[in-house]
């Protein structure tokens, strides 16, 4: 098959590109190469899938309809959406670059997919749309009306927005909320590995929420693992019930969110000793209250995953919290020298 993948030079975009080029299909995919983070990162992965067969990237922003509507052209049969601006704390301070990137591109992206008369759209959605929905773990069909950043409210947003195309233009929409991610070819300014940095620096870390919030760490090869497995599915769904679900009349309507995570929860302070223990060295703790937009727990049920998908995740923190500790390290000798 043919796949459009938006954000393909990004963590998880770069990942979900490699596997469906392994898997055999062929992908059309577009960056912007924004300085988020370092360009030159996502240049290297881009580098790497260019060089396979049946890879073509184009340079272009997804707030741009035409450079969006142009990706169309010869026409895919599955558009895989995961450009964003990520960051709770940084959605708070710079709430224009958010939903400009998140809703705006987002609306340009599943228009110009509904009027190209493609039938599936995968969506990266969050687990940051739970935010303050009371309690645990955080399950598919729950309201999730209260997130607690901006970054969680424009993916809430982009759910919504789906649910107005599966119903309006039929189209399938699957949103995945993803846990943390993690992993080798990461991005450089997540906690991890900022906490990485410092610790080797003899530097002392801040710890947020005083080392009481627990998380769930996603590997990140099996995070792009969920998205090729939602590309490919082609079984038939209707409106995950979120708040009770809709009207009877409106619930055939091909609107899904799964949960992506692991099941599996992890305290920070367990983090922080991996990544301790990866570096070789004590960490020095500076403890802090968590931000407004951080929530304590993050525990997610995860069975919709495995029984609609067959998803399981195949690291843990154990084997994946090393790997990713010396690949930045790694990363980071080479590009400062």
Known sequence: MRMLVTGAAGFIGAKVAAELLDRGHEVVAIDNFDTTYSAELKRQRAERLRARDGFRLVTGDIRDETAVRSMFDPLPEVVVHLAAQGGLRKSMDEPAVFISANVSGFGNVIKATVDAGVGSL???SSGAVYGGTP??????????????SLYGATKRCDELLAFTYAHGAGLR???LRFSTVYGTDGRPDMAMYTFARLISQGQPIRVHGHGQMVRDFLWGDDAAHAVVLAAEDRSGFGTTPAAGGPRQEVSSAPWRVLNVATGRQVGLMEMVRLVETAVGRRAELEMVDALAAE???????VSALGTTLGFVPSVQVEEGIPQAVRWYLSYLGAATS
Not at 135 to 148: K, R, S, T, V, Y
């Open 295 to 301: 929530v304590r727990e993050n525990r997610m049920d």
């Open 135 to 148: 309690g645990l773990p955080f399950e598919e069909h729950d309201a999730a009306a209260f997130p607690l």
């Open 173 to 175: 929409c699957t949103g």
């Open 122 to 124: 995968v969506y990266a």
